[in-house]
């Protein structure tokens, strides 16, 4: 994967971008825990490229694709915390860097009993940071706000301890957040 280029000081945004991507990115984060696959979806500019461990994504039809097939076992029992944003002029927007924790809560099958207040502690070490990535999102400010139209997922470390035995979306199913037509 490629490095990230260095942080320049001298192309510091102006403070109402700062904050409003920063509200974006941590906005785009909860999208993804309560699964609105739609918003997610629409978070992104239709010609959008996001570079993910798990290949190269473009435009929404392969986004769709993407969420719905090789991203499922990333939600149950998941937390999202974006943490450090730094946020620079990129053109006509703004690029973001952030360190983005996902963090185990719970183990998949308990996701529900913790998302629903019945489970308050958990045996097996949780809640624990599973995954680490370095994120660089590149935004564009549309009509309805900001959008992304490059994201790229750095050099990634998982606690391999709290992975999932399958990756398999079927696996998850029962598992997902509901839906706004559950």
Request: hydrophobic share 40%; glycine share 8%.
């Amino acid at each position: 994967m490629e490095a990230f280029p260095a942080v320049q000081a001298s192309t510091l945004a102006d403070p109402s971008d700062i904050a409003t991507a920063i509200d974006f990115v941590n906005r785009v984060n909860w999208l993804f825990e309560t699964w609105d696959v739609e918003k997610m979806i629409d978070a992104f500019v239709p010609e959008a490229v996001a570079y993910h461990f798990h290949g190269t994504i473009r435009g929404h039809d392969e986004i769709r694709h993407f969420f719905e097939v090789d991203y499922p076992y990333l939600i149950p029992g998941v937390g999202r915390h974006a943490t450090n944003h730094i946020v620079d002029k990129d053109g006509d927007g703004v690029v973001v860097r952030y360190h983005n924790l996902l963090v185990r809560h719970a183990n998949v099958e308990d996701s529900r009993l913790v998302g629903s207040g019945e489970m308050m502690e958990s045996g097996d070490d949780l809640p624990g940071i599973w995954l680490y990535s370095p994120m660089r999102d590149r935004l564009r400010r549309t009509k309805t706000g900001w959008k992304i139209f490059e994201r790229y997922i750095g050099g990634t470390t998982t606690n391999k301890r709290l992975s999932p035995a399958t990756t398999a979306a079927g696996a998850f199913a029962d598992y997902m957040p509901p839906t706004k037509a559950a």
